[in-house]
Nanobody, 121 residues
Framework: QLQASGGGWVQAGGSLRLSCAAS????????MAWFRQAPGKEREFVAT????????YYADSVKGRFTISRDNAKNTVYLQMNSLKPEDTAVYYC????????????????WGQGTLVTVSS
């Protein structure tokens, strides 16, 4: 089970850090990712991180502004979001799967409930 938190309202240029806490004892076995879905749009890939945290991959739209990280001892994955823009406004979801660092939502088996990020101009 995944529980996302940390969303909220922020002005453009501001920062937020999202957290996603996982239950269970096998968190380190899972590849983790963040996706987002803006109103009226498809869910889109944001970032992914490997099991150990040694490798990450980002969507071009967030590269250089967002950082994904994980703490396997705390069963938690994070998304640090800096220099936020109004177009970053969306519900952000964490997701997990055992096999692939895919950017496709359908590759992920487990999803958090989502946390809303609103960026005002």
């Amino acid at each position: 089970q995944l529980q996302a938190s940390g969303g909220g309202w922020v002005q453009a240029g501001g920062s937020l850090r999202l957290s996603c806490a996982a239950s269970g004892r096998t968190f380190s076995s899972y590849i983790m990712a963040w996706f987002r879905q803006a109103p009226g749009k498809e869910r889109e890939f944001v970032a992914t991180i490997t099991r150990s945290g040694s490798s990450t991959y980002y969507a071009d739209s967030v590269k250089g502004r967002f950082t994904i990280s994980r703490d396997n001892a705390k069963n938690t994955v994070y998304l640090q979001m800096n220099s936020l823009k109004p177009e970053d406004t969306a519900v952000y979801y964490c997701a997990a799967n055992l096999y692939t660092s895919s950017i496709a939502p359908q590759a992920y088996d487990y999803w958090g409930q989502g946390t809303l990020v609103t960026v005002s101009s």
